[in-house]
């Protein structure tokens, strides 16, 4: 099939690639003339396991074309998925500009040929119907099928995901476009799942909101596990070996970050007031996790009191989550802010996220160039984000490093017994 991809941000990028892969035809466009010319040469604007290969091999197959020619993409194409962002407005609803301009350039761009646009960024309910009313009122004769497949990959393993997803959701009541889009998909697996447009649209948002619930919920049971004394793994081990409750997804931390949960949680929040409902549990979900990254600056204050003037805090990660350079919504930002207001000074290190936060922190904060050199002199460590190479430190290292053997383990990797046993103050959360 000849597919046009809109927007080369990790969603098109990675499932324009992988289409690609499975022997279709793909164009991918981006409206930013640098990004497109970076992936003409094979270079890729951000990080992802296992990507860059995969676009080097099908763009030398000549099955993966990167442009900034919407019009030209459209007319080449039967199926055109839109992947462009959909970040949280001020209100915290979904600011949709720029996939309503994408259906706006779709309507002035197609011929009275039949396509099948797709919706794969993630948007409100009711958001097919109005792409294709934008589409029509750009062009009459627009011969369309608007429908929704929701995106599910998960930052760092977003190339395994695509190929490996637990389902395909598609939305739609044409059933020629639900033709052709499970013959799309029908390669990737047979859980394909058929529904209206906007069932379609909430799965997505219902998907994300509960992924987060489920995390503010650990972390809820974590904060009174630190105040008797329980320890939150044991308690969600106990807990997910209930095959009706499931493991994952139960790790207690500094709570969730990232360019999705955040902005997704409060875009269903939204929708659900916008129709005169108030989500209760859904605003609770939000509450505890704005809450949670400060349960470090309680450890910190806990450890040294309130006068932390003088100190130096050694920050272990700024990505949201290993495996991504992505800092957007990270909980690092926002310790690392409460940290300097209250006098402390930062040094930060992450394998692979420090351009990105130099670009919103600046020279707020001293980089070290390893863990080694980052620990060197500092007062206290901080594990904010489990990358393998942070959870494999030798304690005696750490030791030697820092003024004082302190560490604060915001995502609970360390044993707290082997560490007090190694000399350390030990605080993990809920442990
Ligand atoms: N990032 C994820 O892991 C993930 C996973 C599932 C779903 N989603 C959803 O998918 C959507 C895209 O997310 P992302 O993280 O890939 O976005 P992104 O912000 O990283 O990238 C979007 C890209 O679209 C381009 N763009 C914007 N307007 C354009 C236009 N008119 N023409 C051509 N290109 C245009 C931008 O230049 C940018 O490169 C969002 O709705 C998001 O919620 C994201
Ligand atoms: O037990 C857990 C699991 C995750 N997290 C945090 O939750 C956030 C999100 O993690 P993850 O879901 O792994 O990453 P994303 O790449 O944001 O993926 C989510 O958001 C995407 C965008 O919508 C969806 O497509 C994916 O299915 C969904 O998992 C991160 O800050 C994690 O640290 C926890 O604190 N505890």
Request: overall charge negative.
């Amino acid at each position: 099939m000849k597919l046009a991809v809109v927007g080369t941000g990790y969603v098109g990028l990675v499932s324009g690639t992988c289409f690609a892969e499975l022997g279709n035809t793909v164009i991918c466009v981006d409206k930013i003339d640098e990004k497109v010319e970076m992936l003409k040469r094979g270079e890729i604007p951000i990080y992802e396991p296992g990507l860059k290969e995969l676009v080097v091999s099908n763009q030398e197959k000549g099955r993966l074309t990167f442009s900034t020619d919407l019009a030209a993409a459209v007319a080449a194409s039967d199926i055109i998925l839109i992947a462009v962002g959909t970040p949280a407005a001020e209100d915290g609803s979904a600011n949709m500009s720029y996939v309503y301009a994408v259906a706006e350039e779709i309507g002035e761009a197609l011929d009275s040929s039949y396509k099948v646009v797709v919706n794969k960024s993630t948007v409100p309910v009711g958001t097919a119907e109005k792409v294709e009313e934008i589409i029509k009122e750009k062009n009459e004769n627009a011969q369309v099928d608007v429908c929704s497949v929701p995106e599910f990959l998960r930052e760092g393993s977003a190339v395994k995901d695509t190929f490996n997803p637990d389902r395909i959701v598609i939305g739609t009541s044409s059933k020629k476009a639900e033709e052709m889009l499970v013959a799309l998909h029908k390669p990737l697996t047979e859980e394909i799942v058929v529904t209206d447009v906007r069932s379609s649209e909430m799965i997505k948002y219902a998907s994300n909101a509960f992924l987060a619930t489920k995390i503010s919920f650990i972390n809820e049971i974590a904060n009174i596990c630190d105040a008797y004394g329980a320890d939150v793994k044991a308690v969600a081990r106990g807990m997910g070996l209930d095959n009706r409750i499931g493991p994952k997804f139960l790790n207690a931390g500094l709570g969730y970050g990232g360019s999705c949960f955040p902005k997704d949680t409060k875009a269903i929040i939204h929708l659900a007031q916008s129709a005169g409902y108030t989500p209760e549990l859904l605003q609770a979900v939000e509450g505890v996790n704005e809450r949670q990254s400060f349960r470090i600056i309680e450890h910190v204050k806990g450890i040294f009191g309130t006068e932390l003037i003088g100190l130096k805090a050694c920050i272990l990660g700024l990505a949201f989550k290993p495996e991504t350079d992505d800092i957007r919504d990270a909980p690092a930002l926002k310790i690392i802010d409460q940290l300097l207001e209250m006098g402390m000074a930062v040094k930060a290190y992450d394998p692979i996220a420090v351009e990105n936060t130099k670009k919103v922190l600046g020279d707020r904060v001293e980089y070290g160039a390893n863990v080694e050199e980052t620990l060197e002199g500092t007062d206290v460590m901080i594990l904010v984000t489990e990358w393998d190479e942070f959870v494999k430190l030798d304690p005696e290292m750490i030791k030697n490093k820092l003024n004082r053997a302190i560490v604060v383990d915001g995502r609970n990797v360390y044993e707290p017994k082997a560490m007090r046993e190694a000399g350390f103050i030990y605080h993990g959360i809920g442990r």
